[in-house]
């Protein structure tokens, strides 16, 4: 990383570790503690059944084994895990004045700092063109900084096309056992994406995290036809930005796009958040949980 790069980041750093115990008592007062409100269980033990037990908990594997009726009994999770699944492709470095990666980086990282404010572990799965690296939860101040700093340090690698959103979703899925807070990060250009976003909504709270650039789609003035590259795909058109067509196509293709995303995570029940290139990442996530909190049981 340059020394351009390094500033940038250790700048960014000081900035969340000033903001993460104002955050982290946000969240520990609102929904990120109880965001499991009635599934926040875990498996404790077995033990005899009684009469007064509710015969829907009997283990019947158990009972079977031992010739005798089992029930299970539960305790209330409190040390719920934060797991952010982080979109470093090509797309998201564009925008300004803070780019679209600068902008999840800055939430994500804030989450993990806050995450650990309140005892909770965090981990991450950090993925491009192809899943990068995959780290479990685990708890410690070291842990979320070292996070906050790799989300706020990544950059694209141009020699890698296109995004594994998808198969960044079933990695997490297949790999994180234990029912948790998921922050999906990204700006969801990647195709086929919504089946396993709905999948692994079905046993994490899923929170989809969508950066947003005002000039996401747009052309500086040009003249004439020009050749433009897709970041993440590679592939090269000749396009003319000064046709009231084409413009009119991209707005089109830019508000179906924002809807087709807004349908699939309504679909999944999981919660959405869009911040953008001006916001103050931290307002926004503290405005976000705040509703969240308010919002009916």
């Known amino acids: 990383m340059s020394s351009t790069g ?19 008592r946000s969240l520990a007062s609102g929904e ?12 404790d033990s077995l033990r005899d059944y009684d009469g007064a037990d509710d015969a829907s908990l009997i283990d019947w594997n158990a009972s079977a ?16 895990a934060l797991f952010v699944v982080f979109d470093a492709s090509a797309s998201m ?9 600068e902008t999840a980086a800055a939430a994500c990282g804030l989450l993990c700092l806050a995450a650990e404010e309140g005892g909770n572990p965090s981990g991450a799965l950090v993925f491009a063109g192809s899943p990068i690296r995959f780290d479990p939860p685990a708890s410690g101040r070291s842990r979320a900084l070292a996070l906050a700093e790799r989300f706020a340090s990544l950059r694209p690698d141009d020699d890698v096309a296109g995004s594994a959103l998808c198969e960044a979703l079933e990695a997490t899925r297949a790999d994180l056992k234990r029912r948790s807070i998921v922050v999906v990060a990204s700006d969801f250009l990647a195709s086929g994406w919504e089946r396993p976003f709905a999948e692994l909504s079905r046993r994490h709270d899923v929170i989809a995290l969508r950066p947003v650039d005002p000039s996401d789609g747009a052309l500086p003035p040009l003249a004439g036809a020009c050749a433009v590259r897709d970041a993440e795909s590679g592939r090269s058109v000749v396009i003319d930005p000064s046709s009231a067509d084409w413009n009119q196509a991209r707005e089109a293709a830019l508000t179906e796009r924002r809807l087709a995303w807004l349908r699939a995570v309504a679909r999944a ?3 959405r958040l869009e911040i953008g290139a001006t916001e103050d990442p931290a307002l926004a996530v503290l405005r976000f949980f705040d509703k969240r909190s308010r919002r009916p049981a």
Do not use: I, Q, Y
């Open 65 to 80: 084994r031992f010739g005798r009726p089992f029930v299970k009994t539960f305790r209330e999770s409190r040390d719920l």
């Open 32 to 43: 990120f503690r109880s965001a499991f409100k009635g599934r926040g269980v875990e498996f």
């Open 269 to 271: 029940r999981a919660s």
């Open 93 to 101: 470095d564009f925008g300004a004045p803070r780019s679209k990666r």
């Open 6 to 24: 390094d500033r940038a980041t250790n700048r960014l750093l000081r900035r969340l570790k000033f903001a993460s115990p104002m955050v982290s």
